[in-house]
């Protein structure tokens, strides 16, 4: 697919969204989880969001599809969470040593 103006490939938008419990204090870990995202993924994300929420939330989001949530699974390491917004954004991206 191109843009009918300039001809130039459109690149699909991907968006992560980390939605984080303000009564649980866990900006910090939503921020820091953010970083790591955006490092890993600076060419092919289009938007990360940080949303604050209650009751203990934190729950990670690839374009509105619900990728991690602390609820069922824990609070996730960084390399399971790359992998999977790794697979949804750039499946044929290599993680490095994030892959082993």
Same mark, same amino acid.
């Given at each position: 697919?191109?843009?009918?103006?300039?001809?130039?490939?459109? $690149?699909?938008?991907?968006?992560? +969204?980390?939605?984080?419990? #303000?009564?649980c @204090?866990?900006l910090?870990?939503?921020?820091?989880l953010?970083?790591?995202l955006? &490092? &890993? %993924?600076?060419?092919?994300?289009?938007e990360?969001? =940080?949303?604050?929420? #209650?009751? *203990? /939330? %934190?729950v990670?989001? /690839?374009?509105?599809?619900?990728?991690?949530?602390? @609820?069922? +699974? *824990? %609070?996730?390491?960084?390399?399971?969470v790359? $992998? =999977?917004? @790794?697979?949804?954004?750039a499946?044929?991206?290599? =993680?490095?040593?994030s892959?082993?």
């Open positions: 697919m191109t843009d009918a103006l300039t001809d130039n490939p459109v $690149q699909p938008e991907h968006r992560v +969204q980390i939605e984080y419990c #303000t009564q @204090r866990w910090p870990r939503a921020a820091w953010a970083q790591e955006l &490092t &890993t %993924f600076e060419t092919e994300l289009t990360l969001s =940080l949303k604050p929420g #209650t009751g *203990g /939330v %934190f990670v989001r /690839v374009n509105d599809e619900v990728v991690w949530d602390r @609820r069922e +699974q *824990g %609070f996730p390491e960084p390399t399971a790359k $992998q =999977l917004v @790794r697979d949804r954004v499946p044929d991206k290599s =993680l490095g040593h892959d082993k």
